[in-house]
């Protein structure tokens, strides 16, 4: 494809490096588009696959782009986006358009709850695969996202119990960029100043917050009403209890180098 258009135009004009990036930037157009088409009544293997190709695609991008880099580099990066893109299209679903997830329980999704859904899923779907193929996570980690998995895939192929998903993937992801950005401070040996100082912090504490303040509350209006179906309540209770074991690490790391250490200053 490279050197036919190169010859048509008489001269070297893309690279195969460039129209491989070219031909990445269509598919996530392409893709992009379909998840927001997508009209339930049919089943939706097709935005499915669409939307793997898309994270997939993207990571084969940054790959290209950033090929100095590891794949656990260009991964997170990935990891990243997603984090933004669904935590800012969740909060403007939940707290700017309406209505509050905890007043809309049981009800059919709508279109915004459908595109993050399938977002959602497709990125799970890569980043499962891509940790069970290079070993980098533990169980727990596994775990929660095979939960995810199975939520997601719930909520899309039933058309119901979108808005308690979605504001889960809110609660779920809003710290998942601050961890990402700790994770990048290492990298460039930027960790052990008063930004990682902070950002650590920050990542505790707003994790404790809407994992178990919002979060609790969010779990005991759900298990209370009859509206959510069974399985939604499950899976946001075993989310419940994995981000317990989290919480437990964390809080041991947080102790560790914090409290601790501040202790031995005071003596």
Same mark, same amino acid.
Request: net charge positive; charged share 10%; aromatic share 18%.
């Given at each position: ?11 070297? =004009?893309?690279?195969? !490096? ?8 269509? !598919? ?10 997508? !009209? ?20 084969? %991008? ?57 977002? $959602? ?9 891509? &940790? ?28 119901? &119990? ?17 961890? !990402? ?13 008063? =930004? ?26 759900? %298990? ?18 994995? $981000? ?10 947080? =102790? ?12």
């Amino acid at each position: 494809l490279s050197s036919g258009i190169n010859a048509e135009y008489g001269g070297s =004009i893309l690279s195969k !490096q460039q129209l491989q990036v070219l031909f990445i930037m269509t !598919q996530i157009l392409q893709t992009g588009l379909s998840l927001l088409t997508w !009209q339930p009544g049919s089943v939706p293997l097709y935005q499915i696959c669409l939307s793997i190709s898309l994270w997939s695609s993207l990571y084969f %991008l940054v790959r290209q782009v950033l090929w100095e880099r590891s794949a656990e580099y260009c991964c997170r990066l990935i990891t990243l986006l997603h984090g933004l893109t669904v935590t800012t299209v969740s909060a403007l679903l939940h707290f700017y358009l309406g209505p509050a997830p905890w007043k809309y329980f049981g009800h059919e999704n709508s279109p915004a709850h459908n595109f993050v859904l399938l977002l $959602s899923l497709g990125y799970f779907l890569f980043d499962f695969a891509w &940790c069970c193929y290079m070993g980098s996570e533990g169980i727990a980690m596994l775990t929660h996202h095979l939960v995810s998995l199975i939520g997601l895939s719930y909520a899309i192929f039933l058309h119901r &119990c979108g808005s308690e998903v979605t504001a889960v993937c809110f609660g779920a992801e809003i710290t998942n960029p601050i961890l !990402q950005f700790r994770w990048f401070l290492r990298e460039h040996n930027q960790y052990h100043t008063i =930004i990682g100082v902070i950002n650590d912090y920050l990542f505790v504490f707003s994790f404790a917050f809407w994992r178990f303040g919002i979060g609790s509350y969010f779990l005991y209006e759900a %298990l209370l009403t009859d509206k959510v179906d069974w399985m939604i309540k499950a899976g946001g209770s075993s989310l419940y209890l994995i $981000s317990i074991v989290f919480m437990y690490s964390i809080g041991k790391f947080f =102790i560790r180098k914090y409290v601790w250490k501040m202790k031995k200053k005071k003596e």
